[in-house]
């Protein structure tokens, strides 16, 4: 049922305030006088101690997943002190890469059923690493075949684009950083910042989405464009790689996320005055680099859409012209939850506006259960 929305996408995107609400449900404590600010994940509750012993944290999935699993690498790497590598299902299947007894693998899947982690699951299962699932789906294949796990709860997702399992994966795997990383003195300033950040994030998420009418407005400008690209670093490459995916995927346009820290090493040859490229220039510790970013990008002409912490239009545009896109700011680890919102938006307006089908895209199917 698609209440009052046209297309399911554009339903999920707005209902993430309440799906956010509902991933953090139970789990998320903020106590009385003496009871510190803590987390509680019911899967995980009986491993954290092995979790905690592994020599290193493997990420595996595909697409969708694997960004939110990138988005959430920065702060599981920070609080736990673990190392923390990635793997695209496939590729990981593909070069039979190394798993070990002492890894913790974490297979992100919203469907629970897709082929390529499935199987990446069964290798990592047989080379004997700890397996956790994070889904969406209850009694889904990668949710039973676990060693233990946790729901995302964000709600049955219909559009084939991936949405508000994005931002649930993003949340709970910051949850399980917060769980992993446990209290020590140390950290309990930041701990307790990120908790607070959580509590606050399903209304800050009702904040940026106020900025529909806007990015429907960048999308009129874009709608004849052949090519967008979007660049990102540090907790926000993977909203860059996301983005890209969601514009690619519904409005069949062609966009590539890029680290921003490998602008010079090729990509900068593509900039002229005409190709569009977003730049996420929020605040945190990229901030200053992703200033020079911008400088060098409006050397070359670039036609540059800036992604800004509020209040900060001035400092990201020193001198440039181009547009900019206002977003609220939250802790920095949660910040990939908000940027994404309004590239979910363009997107969305982008593959209206084009006439393409923004549920079923073309040739795409929401679960890929086949290699
Ligand atoms: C569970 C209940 C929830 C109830 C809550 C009350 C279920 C599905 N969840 O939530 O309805 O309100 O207790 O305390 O009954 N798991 C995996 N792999 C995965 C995902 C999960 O093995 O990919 C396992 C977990 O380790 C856990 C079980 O499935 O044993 C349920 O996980 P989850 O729903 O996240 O647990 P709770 O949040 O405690
Ligand atoms: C993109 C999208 C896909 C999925 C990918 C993995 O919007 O939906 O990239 O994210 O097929 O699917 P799950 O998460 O079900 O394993």
Redesign the pocket.
């Known amino acids: 049922n698609k209440g009052k929305y046209e297309h399911y996408m554009q339903k999920e995107i707005h209902e993430q305030p309440e799906s956010l609400k509902t991933t953090m449900r139970?789990?998320l404590i903020r106590g009385g006088s003496s009871k510190a600010k803590t987390v509680l994940?019911?899967?995980?509750k009986d491993h954290l101690k092995t979790i905690r012993r592994s020599r290193r944290i493997v990420f595996i999935g595909c697409g969708t997943s694997y960004n939110a699993a990138l988005a959430a690498r920065p702060i599981l790497e920070e609080l736990s002190g673990i190392p923390v590598t990635m793997e695209i299902a496939s590729d990981l299947l593909d070069r039979q890469g190394p798993i070990y007894r002492e890894d913790t693998a974490v297979f992100v899947s919203q469907s629970?059923e897709t082929a390529d982690t499935l199987l990446a699951l069964e290798y990592a299962l047989e080379n004997g690493a700890l397996c956790v699932?994070?889904?969406n789906t209850?009694g889904s294949a990668?949710?039973r075949h676990?060693?233990?796990?946790?729901?995302i709860n964000a709600g049955c997702e219909i559009g084939v684009a991936s949405t508000k399992a994005y931002t649930s994966q993003i949340v709970v795997m910051a949850m399980l950083a917060l769980a992993i990383g446990g209290d020590t003195l140390s950290n309990q300033a930041r701990r307790e910042a990120i908790i607070d950040g959580l509590f606050d994030l399903p209304n800050t998420v009702r904040e940026a989405l106020k900025l529909d009418q806007e990015m429907k407005d960048l999308a009129k400008l874009l709608i004849a464009e052949q090519s967008l690209l979007v660049f990102g670093r540090g907790y926000n490459y993977a909203t860059a790689l996301e983005g890209a995916l969601k514009v690619k995927e519904v409005a069949l346009m062609h966009s590539e996320g890029i680290l921003a820290g490998e602008m010079k090493h090729g990509p900068l040859a593509l900039v002229d005055e005409n190709l569009p490229i977003v730049v996420i220039a929020t605040r945190d510790a990229c901030f200053s680099k992703q200033q020079s970013v911008i400088q060098q990008l409006h050397a070359r002409k670039g036609r540059l859409i800036v992604m800004c912490s509020k209040g900060d239009a001035a400092a990201v545009c020193a001198g440039g012209s181009g547009r900019v896109i206002e977003v609220p700011q939250v802790e920095d680890c949660l910040q990939p939850v908000i940027n994404i919102i309004p590239l979910q938006l363009l997107a969305y307006h982008l593959t209206v506006l084009r006439g393409f089908n923004v549920d079923q895209p073309r040739n795409l199917a929401k679960s890929v259960t086949t290699q």
């Open positions: 139970g789990r994940l019911g899967g995980l629970g699932g994070i889904t209850v990668i949710a676990t060693h233990c796990g946790v729901h």
